[in-house]
């Protein structure tokens, strides 16, 4: 055997190796904190398990500001990643800055698409309406992909009742990289709303609009009452995510 191959066949069981460490220790802390509160599920991932090495990722849409608060009581310094697309709506970029500013929230980062990237695959900013899921690799993830390499673990602010995928959400999981944390997986709507009420969380502005679910400008539209919530995203086509869950 060569030695290339050899590395190459060690780096593979290295890869493996690390992949079921990081399954066995996501399937233990979803057992162990499957009835745990969302703060408390926060607090454990914030200070214990990955203290210094977690980061939040936040898209600053219509739901966001709830699990943004529920952080803030914990750490105002915790990294949150917002992926600048390039796309977004300008009440969505007002909204991240008012937000963050009332929450005291002192270390959002805002990545954006590398500019060569764009330049070569994407140089009329029109790839939306040809390849939806390319312009999100493009856009979403692999930016976000290259800022989480300093982390070993982010939240998502991702719930069970959004439904497709997110159906049987665990509060931990595993990729092959990193644990990411769910800690609102059994919030409903009502939970959201009322939280939004009962703590003076100030509304994406479009959420008035009939947007319940808030992406980049060309790929999301209003909603009716009695839509999926997801509804408006990517309308007319079988894309329900953008991609960077399922960053490996």
């Known amino acids: 055997m060569s030695a290339s191959a050899t590395n190459a066949r060690l780096t593979a069981v290295a890869d493996i190796a690390n992949d079921t460490a990081l399954t066995v220790r996501a399937r233990r802390l979803a057992m162990q ?132 995928g997110r159906i049987n959400l665990p509060a931990f999981e595993a990729t092959a990289t990193h644990i990411k944390v769910n800690p609102l997986i059994r919030w409903d709507k009502e939970a959201i709303d009322g939280y939004f009420a009962a703590n003076e969380l100030p509304a994406h502005p479009l959420t008035a609009q009939g947007y319940p679910s808030i992406g980049c400008w060309p790929c999301t539209h209003p909603a009716g009452a009695d839509d999926d919530i997801r509804a408006g995203r990517w309308r007319g086509a079988a894309k329900t995510e953008c991609g960077i869950h399922g960053l490996r």
């Open 33 to 164: 904190y499957s009835s745990a509160e969302a703060l408390e599920i926060l607090r454990v991932a914030i200070t214990d398990e990955f203290k210094g090495r977690i980061a939040l990722v936040s898209s600053f849409g219509a739901e966001s500001a709830v699990l943004l608060y529920l952080a803030a009581q914990i750490d105002k310094d915790l990294p949150v990643v917002f992926l600048d697309t390039e796309k977004h709506f300008a009440q969505t970029l007002s909204y991240r800055k008012k937000l963050a500013a009332q929450l005291g929230l002192t270390n959002v980062i805002d990545i954006h698409p590398g500019k060569e990237e764009v330049a070569a695959r994407d140089p009329k900013g029109d790839l939306w309406k040809r390849d939806a899921d390319a312009c999100c690799t493009l856009r979403k993830v692999e930016p976000l992909g290259d800022a989480l390499n300093e982390y070993d673990a982010w939240i998502t602010g991702r719930k069970q009742f959004h439904g497709g």
